[in-house]
């Protein structure tokens, strides 16, 4: 929009009628430029350049071409831009290939006005190539011939496609505006993010984990340098080009505490997000379903970053991140450790005891009752629903009436119904399994003769490697004065703010909320190989009171006083460490969303500890 000059009349000190109206004229202008919606037929060629660019669909709804190394011909999704230059535009690294940003900002900004981006998450200080700025002329030729805007011919694995003018026109329309403008809740040297917490939550949890993440973000916060700001002292990491361009920003942290029944949530979150946008849901806490928060942030496309939850959604989506698929992947493990086992050892039925009323027992039934359909093991659930049975001890005995020897019995149960088997009189005769995440593990109050009988589905380290991987977190619980209240979510809170710090460091200026989720997907393997390796080189350290500044993630511990840095005894008798939380290892691929994939079956070493010792290997079904 061309600028205007808008003269305003004044009579002795006030405003002119022809004045106020050509003020009043000017602003309708403006709103009506700003506020308007694109023309018609550039929001549809912009549809139809989205359409080539993530699906591989022409306008004609005819498959879209290209020939990679000059004869292999790729064609439909295969073909689609996205494969290789991802849904923000910002590009990928396959191999030692470097795959370039294409969003407008990149394609024609001059060299003066030069977009960085960090590219190989291996190596910190690749940077896109520099190049000269494309026109719709040099872009085409691009496109179609594989000759970029300094005239070099390029790489063989990007395909040439045979578009006409009109539907270069439309990916090259798409293409200018992808990924030009901050997501929502962005600003110069600010972040704003949400965190979730459902009704369900005990209050003990609910004031640790926020407690725990208002902490951690004004820490983060206290040592922010933002463009505006020098000096000071760092206590978290940055990438060396964040530092250099001065890309830092602080963080703003709401708590979106829900109220009320689940139907209710979707538009609470709604509200809130109508009041305040947020770049991405950080964390998150709860007991039941999860359903309307992934709703909603798959709706709003907004990211939500690995939640503390039992019962992730399913199927896969696009912008929700979790550590695993929960009772659901306990599911699956149960049901592959069953089918392995040889025919004669192999129950006949396995009863499912768990509370009506629990949303995340009931998803574990479900799970393992669909993954055991057609193997010959009958599956029958046993509920704890009668309100004359309301006593756990009575309603236990009537779930357990009746089971055959042979049959295995899985109890999706709480630890106050844990606690409570030590009123049944007779346990089951067959195979008896428990979910590990819903009765806390080794920490569940098992009544001996049941610690004795029971296996556990365990889809975490075991404990002694575990104790390695969290003595940084310990270590800054400590210096905090935390209580551990949840090892699980405790855990899961610090690794989530220190992963994002990290991921938010490597975009730099390109804060768009697909890019956020890329990154993600690219780093989690390298960065926690690298947190491993740098962790272990610091605990085999000696070194005097305040000597190791000990980082974990992006936090970092100053040592007010001597903890012990040589390796503990578990640490000692652990022979590899392959990840800094709960989980034995995170790792995503492009497409992936949950880190964790895999279990153990765990039994307890004896009647009178809570030692535990695996059964089987880990287990990814």
């Known amino acids: 929009m061309k600028s205007q000059k808008v003269l305003i009349g004044r009579t002795g000190g006030a405003w002119s009628r022809e004045g106020l109206l050509k003020v009043a004229a000017g602003i309708v202008g403006i709103l009506f430029y700003v506020l308007a919606p694109l023309p018609a037929a550039a929001a549809d060629e912009i549809e139809v350049g989205r359409r080539i660019y993530l699906e591989g669909v022409l306008p004609t709804g005819i498959q879209l071409t290209g020939v990679r190394f000059g004869k292999t011909e790729v064609s439909g999704a295969q073909a689609a831009c ?3 230059h991802r849904r923000s535009g910002m590009g990928s690294v ?7 940003p294409i969003t407008g900002n990149f394609l024609f900004a ?33 496109i179609r011939h594989g000759v970029n805007a300094n005239g070099r011919e390029m790489n063989e694995m990007m395909p040439r496609y045979k578009f006409n003018d009109s539907e270069m026109k439309a990916l090259i329309a798409y293409l200018r505006q992808l990924s030009t403008q901050w997501s929502p809740g962005v600003a110069d040297d600010n972040i704003r993010f949400a965190t979730v917490i459902t009704p369900d939550v005990d209050p003990e949890r609910r004031k640790t984990f ?25 206590q978290h990491m940055v990438s060396a080009a964040e530092m250099v361009l001065g890309t830092e920003r602080t963080w703003t942290l709401d708590v979106w ?12 979150l709604a509200a809130h997000y109508r009041a305040q946008p947020v770049f991405a849901v950080v964390s998150g806490l709860s007991n039941s379903t999860w359903q309307p928060v992934h709703d909603f942030c798959e709706r709003e496309q907004v990211p939500c970053w690995f939640p503390s939850v039992d019962l992730p959604v399913m199927p896969q989506s696009q912008y929700s991140l979790y550590f695993s698929r929960g009772v659901t992947l306990e599911a699956d493990v149960l049901a592959r450790h069953l ?3 040889k025919a004669d050892q192999r129950p006949q039925r396995i009863f499912q005891v768990y509370r009506r009323d629990d949303y995340v027992a009931h998803g574990g039934a479900q799970a393992l009752a669909h993954a055991l359909a057609g193997s010959g093991i009958k599956v029958e659930a046993r509920l704890l629903q009668d309100a004359v049975l309301a006593e756990p001890p009575l309603a236990l005995q009537h779930a357990l009436a009746g089971i055959e020897d042979k049959s295995a019995v899985m109890f999706w149960l709480r630890p106050g119904d844990v606690a409570a088997l030590d009123k049944v009189p007779r346990l089951p005769e067959g195979l008896v399994y428990f979910s590990g995440a819903l009765t806390n593990g080794e920490r569940a109050p098992f009544p001996a003769a049941w610690k004795a009988k029971a296996q556990l589905v365990y889809p975490y380290e075991l404990p002694e490697q575990r104790e390695a991987n969290l003595a940084y977190l310990r270590a800054w619980l400590n210096m905090r004065k935390v209580p551990m209240v949840d090892e699980v979510m405790q855990s899961e809170v610090f690794f989530s703010l220190s992963f994002l710090t990290e991921t938010v460091a490597e975009m730099l200026n390109n804060m768009y909320r697909d890019y956020l989720v890329e990154r993600a997907e690219n780093m989690l393997s390298l960065r926690e190989g690298s947190r491993v390796e740098q962790e272990t080189r610091e ?4 070194g005097r009171p305040g000597d190791l500044t000990r980082k974990h993630g ?8 001597r903890i012990q840095l040589m390796p503990t005894q578990s640490e000692s008798m652990a022979t590899k460490r392959e990840g800094t939380t709960v989980y034995p290892r995170l790792g995503l691929a492009p497409g992936q969303r949950f880190a964790s994939k895999g279990a153990y079956i765990v039994r307890f070493a004896d009647a009178s500890g809570n030692k535990l010792v695996a059964e089987t290997d880990w287990i990814v079904p």
């Open 554 to 561: 992006a936090m970092t511990i100053e040592e007010g006083s």
């Open 82 to 84: 996205v494969n290789c």
């Open 94 to 100: 396959e191999g030692d290939i470097q795959v370039s």
């Open 110 to 142: 001059t060299r003066e006005d030069k977009h960085l981006a960090t590219m190989d998450p291996r190596i910190g200080k690749r940077f896109n190539l520099a190049h000269d700025p494309y026109t719709d002329e040099t872009l085409a030729r691009a």
């Open 339 to 341: 089918l392995a086992k």
């Open 539 to 542: 605990r085999m350290m000696l």
């Open 210 to 234: 926020i407690s725990m993440m208002r902490m951690i973000v004004n820490q983060k916060n206290g040592s922010t340098m933002t463009a505006k700001q020098s000096g000071g002292k760092r």
């Open 257 to 268: 505490e829900l109220q009320g029944a689940p139907e209710t949530w979707g538009e609470q």
